[in-house]
């Protein structure tokens, strides 16, 4: 089970609480299963027995459903079926304007492209994540639990011929209490005091943080923050992560997934001919985190950028391309989008023109087609507006729409491995299927090897090493399968320490939310970037572990990672050390950072503490006859206090000596 959206809060005066609500004590009500309108309106209306726990079908989970709950008094909670294919109409529960306050166009900066007003993205976005509701909402997978719900409303609630079923009912509580209130001002100020004043102190909401995954061609030193001589970086980005109106439930398979298997297969396809041929500038790869929540890692990086926190800063980037949703591509075009506002610099448009005509170069050698949208419209939702906010830096976002998304699931959990095609053969094994190279795949290949050869391009790399820059197919198919169906996989477990391993599935249903931890998406990308883009060295465990005492080693320049290898026939594995210039840095909004929970400038996503998440179901009486054996239990009770107190006032005459005992004597 999963529920709703983990209680998330945000800044008061953008949204409200963005959450269930649920009592301490649980919440509980009559089941009944939501099958028909009719169903519908018993819950609402005529139904004898409210309040209702409600079990639906992912078909009737609306907007419009969901809002008639949320204004019915008659409602205890919900839960839904989870469906692995969603509405043809498709269905968002995001907003139509997706992190519209956080983005670079404002009333100061293109006023007439603000608040989505020149192009919807996300027409499908119904702003459901955005509701707050009384009650507790929860996920269902349908297996055997979903089955015994329904076989206990079937024995004990269905309806028989149009009449109300008799006593007991079968009902249903749920169990997500939250300890956070209000919004992310009033929580973290108490969270604040807490730690201020209590000897012991309980978090009451957590800011959503994580980190960034980040590496470059040429090594940078780590250490040393804030300007680098004489050093151009050309940025390629994509995000890390996604949401959606569920609690640790968000596939994102479009969204999210397509683009960072597109940049990992990139980095891997380029990694060997940069080392061989380096271009003039150096190439950073960047992952960023929380991108779902206002650009909480892009934000935290350009933050840093800017106060010579990271390895590089705002004047070391020379440009960036950004690989946006591009999973539905389907032999279409691509799109080019660039920031119309920025362009109107005579510099800035040159360099833009510039890295369109190299990605064009590169796309016609490849039978692709690439386009650009209209010298007017907008950005899409992208992590390059954060950029664009501080500076005018030439960049572009690479997609599979020209203006409106294409993914009919922006956000949502039908936004999964079947709806970007990746689907395989019935008799395959588990390891076959890791191997099959799906039609999503083949697409993404070709996709990879367009950006890895157009950024070595404008990394200023030689033409004629182009055509040794292409990404495997094979690769891509394993990431696709390890991201979107089988995330404990032999070769996933090979790339992880060894210690990971034995854990399950660790990356769970793939793309999250994140709080205060390293994600388990996180912790993949940076053992697979390693793996993809480092050296197998002869260090063992210590020496992998503890770098700085080898000579020869820096852990300035590299990260040492110890992997677990391989599985051998036997069953075991050959761990070994791999060194990269792979690196973690901190995706926590800087607004937490200025202790600003009400900025204006920075995310300000913080999400709610709790103990427990479960639920239960149990047969309930009738209230007459819950009322009778409370009647009759204050009744046993009175006579019980009668009984006592004339037991006790005649304990003298009850409970005396009636003759004295004989004295004996021998």
Same mark, same amino acid.
């Given at each position: ?548 005492? =080898? ?11 110890? =992997? ?67 009647? =009759? ?34």
């Amino acid at each position: 089970m999963a529920p709703v959206g983990g209680c998330i809060f945000h800044d008061c005066l953008i949204c409200l609480w963005l959450c269930a609500l649920a009592s301490i004590s649980g919440d509980t009500g009559v089941l009944h299963v939501l099958e028909t309108e009719a169903d519908l309106d018993w819950i609402l209306s005529t139904g004898p027995h409210p309040p209702y726990m409600v079990v639906m079908e992912a078909a009737f989970f609306t907007r419009s459903t969901m809002v008639k709950m949320k204004n019915s008094s008659r409602v205890a909670g919900v839960a839904v079926i989870k469906s692995n294919t969603g509405p043809t109409e498709g269905f968002s529960p995001h907003t139509s304007c997706p992190n519209q306050n956080t983005g670079v166009y404002t009333e100061h900066y293109g006023p007439e492209l603000a608040n989505c007003n020149n192009t919807v993205w996300n027409p499908l976005g119904n702003g459901l994540s955005y509701e707050d509701f009384a009650f507790p909402i929860f996920s269902l997978k349908d297996d055997n639990q979903t089955q015994v719900i329904r076989k206990c409303y079937e024995d004990h609630n269905m309806r028989m011929n149009g009449s109300a079923p008799q006593y007991p009912l079968c009902a249903m509580q749920l169990f997500s209490h939250m300890h956070a209130v209000t919004d992310t001002v009033t929580c973290m100020r108490r969270t604040d005091l807490q730690n201020s004043f209590s000897i012991n102190p309980e978090k009451l909401c957590d800011p959503l943080s994580d980190f960034n995954v980040w590496t470059s061609i040429r090594p940078l030193n780590n250490s040393i923050k804030g300007h680098k001589e004489n050093e151009s970086v050309v940025i390629a980005a994509a995000r890390l992560d996604g949401r959606s109106f569920f609690w640790d439930i968000a596939p994102s398979a479009e969204g999210t997934v397509s683009s960072i298997v597109t940049l990992l297969a990139a980095a891997q396809a380029l990694y060997p001919v940069a080392l061989e041929a380096p271009p003039q500038r150096n190439i950073f790869f960047t992952f960023f985190q929380g991108e779902a929540f206002d650009y909480i890692g892009s934000s935290r990086m350009v933050y840093d950028m800017e106060n010579s926190k990271f390895v590089i800063d705002l004047d070391n980037v020379h440009s960036l391309l950004e690989i946006g949703q591009i999973g539905l591509r389907n032999g279409q075009s691509l799109w080019m989008h660039s920031d119309p506002v920025s362009r109107k610099n005579t510099t800035v448009n040159k360099q833009v023109a510039n890295l369109v005509a190299n990605i064009k170069s590169v796309a016609s050698s490849l039978n692709l087609s690439l386009n650009e949208p209209s010298a007017t419209q907008a950005l899409p939702p992208s992590s390059f507006q954060r950029f664009l906010r501080v500076r005018p830096v030439p960049g572009l976002v690479l997609a599979d729409h020209q203006a409106s998304f294409t993914n009919r699931y922006y956000e949502s959990l039908y936004d999964t491995a079947t709806y970007l095609n990746v689907t395989y053969p019935s008799d395959l094994s588990p390891e076959q299927q890791l191997e099959y190279e799906t039609e999503a795949a083949k697409s993404l290949t070709q996709v990879a090897t367009l950006v890895a050869r157009s950024i070595y391009k404008q990394a200023g790399g030689e033409d004629r090493f182009l055509n040794n820059i292409t990404a495997d197919t094979k690769t891509v198919a394993k990431l696709l399968y390890g991201f979107l169906i089988m995330s404990n996989n032999s070769w996933f477990s090979s790339l992880l320490p060894p210690e990971a391993l034995g854990r399950g599935s660790i990356l769970g249903l793939v793309i999250t939310h994140i709080i205060n931890t390293l994600t388990s998406v996180t912790r993949f990308v940076q053992f697979i970037l390693a793996n993809m883009t480092g050296t197998v060295t002869k260090l063992n465990q210590s020496q992998c572990q503890n770098p700085k005492d =080898v000579p020869g080693e820096s852990k300035d320049l590299y990260s040492y990672s110890w =992997v677990s290898g391989p599985v051998s026939v036997n069953g075991t594995t050959d761990p070994y050390c791999v060194r990269s210039s792979v690196h973690l840095s901190k995706a926590l909004s800087p607004a937490f950072e200025l202790t600003d929970y009400g900025s204006r400038e920075y995310s300000t996503w913080t999400e709610s503490r709790w103990k427990t998440i479960r639920a239960r179901i149990f047969l309930v009486a009738s209230p007459q006859l819950e009322m009778m054996t409370l009647g =009759v239990g204050v009744a046993v009770l009175l006579v019980s206090l009668v009984v006592t107190y004339f037991i006790s006032s005649k304990a003298e005459l009850l409970f005396s000596a009636t003759r004295e005992p004989p004295n004996t004597t021998y």
